[in-house]
Antibody, heavy 116, light 110 residues
Framework: EVQLVESGGDLVQPGGSLRLSCAAS????????MNWVRQAPGKGLEWVAY????????YYPDSVRGRFTISRDNAQNSLSLQMHSLRDEDTAVYYC?????????WGKGTTVIVSS | EIVLTQSPGTLSLSPGERATLSCRAS???????LAWYQQKPGQAPRLLIY???SRATGIPDRFSGSGSGTDFTLTISRLEPEDFAVYYC???????????FGQGTKLEMK
């Protein structure tokens, strides 16, 4: 069964850092690009980061560029999102998602709360 | 960056009725790289439609997608109780903005 499981969400103070992880199983992980997508409470979906299958190419929206870094370890079937300088508006459920052009497999999400 | 605008914001219908959801793009979506997702409370989004009109694996045939260029539609032919949810359209495979989502349409039971 194809599965993505996120972890690492926590309560963090503004200006703090956090690292999210996503463990992949059953989906030939290394051949797929991966993304992080977030959803603030009561809001819609927002794309946060992209990484190519090899890890050589990454993209970010303006809202997180320079603060967030996506990375992957294909040997470990894992994906990470390192987040720095966190702001109140980064509070959200963070999903990792497999890209097959579209996003066809999603994890259940991990919750990040930025608050003092 | 392509901006997607969904309408209506909320759609109130009864089981058995037909639902028509709209997604309009600020510029043409290349290769019809437009997808639709369903999200229920407390759950992750689920892929319904990709390539504007292809159903994802396991999606019932009451769900259909159509459109091209800047105007896209998701149609649910006969609503089942489990179809009441929020629906998002998404354009994908862009560079450097990899994808963007519409703001969502909430389909609620009348």
């Amino acid at each position: 069964e194809v599965q993505l499981v996120e972890s690492g969400g926590d309560l963090v103070q503004p200006g703090g850092s956090l690292r999210l992880s996503c463990a992949a199983s059953g989906l030939s992980y290394s051949v797929y690009s991966m993304n992080w997508v977030r959803q603030a409470p009561g809001k819609g979906l927002e794309w946060v980061a992209y990484i190519s299958s090899s890890g050589s190419l990454t993209y970010y929206p303006d809202s997180v560029r320079g603060r967030f870094t996506i990375s992957r370890d294909n040997a470990q079937n894992s994906l990470s999102l390192q987040m720095h300088s966190l702001r109140d508006e980064d509070t959200a459920v963070y999903y990792c998602a497999r890209e097959n052009w579209y996003l066809d497999v999603w994890g259940k999400g991990t919750t990040v709360i930025v608050s003092s | 960056e392509i901006v997607l605008t969904q309408s209506p914001g909320t759609l109130s219908l009864s089981p058995g009725e037909r639902a028509t959801l709209s997604c309009r793009a600020s510029q043409s979506v290349a290769r019809n790289f437009l997808a639709w997702y369903q999200q229920k409370p407390g759950q992750a989004p689920r892929l319904l439609i990709y390539g504007a009109s292809s159903r994802a694996t396991g999606i019932p045939d009451r769900f259909s997608g159509s459109g091209s260029g800047t105007d896209f539609t998701l149609t649910i032919s006969r609503l089942e109780p489990e179809d009441f949810a929020v629906y998002y359209c998404q354009q994908y495979a862009g560079e450097p903005v990899r994808c963007s989502f519409g703001q969502g349409t909430k389909l609620e039971m009348k």
